[in-house]
Nanobody
């Protein structure tokens, strides 16, 4: 199995930046894709950004130009750098990996963007 631990959420003013981190541990060799999702109150969980082991990267339209997903393979960590944050980015952000065909989720980290 794989365990995911997220960090980096918090409260930020509109226009500010945050960097989320997600450290993976356990049987990481089965990971084929990593990404970030978010779920705002009363809404469905949605993809923010992801990349595959093959190098394909995908961003939600709302994230393009503002958010960047990256990884540090030596630390088994994936990051989400968020800039120009807007109040509508307020949500719980979840790290996700596809591990041997299974979707594994982190516990989530709250991001709140104030006016």
């Amino acid at each position: 199995q794989v365990q995911l631990v997220e960090s980096g959420g918090g409260l930020v003013q509109a226009g500010g930046s945050l960097r989320l981190s997600c450290a993976a541990s356990g049987s990481i060799f089965g990971i084929n894709a990593m990404g970030w999702y978010r779920q705002a109150r009363g809404k469905q969980r949605e993809l923010v950004a992801s990349f595959t082991r093959g190098g394909s990267t995908n961003y939600a339209d709302s994230a393009k130009g503002r958010f960047t997903i990256s990884s540090d393979n030596a630390k088994n960590t994936v990051y989400l750098q968020m800039t120009s944050l807007k109040p509508e980015d307020t949500a719980v952000y979840y790290c996700n990996v596809v591990w041997n065909g299974l979707m594994i989720w982190g516990q989530g980290t709250q991001v709140t963007v104030s006016l």
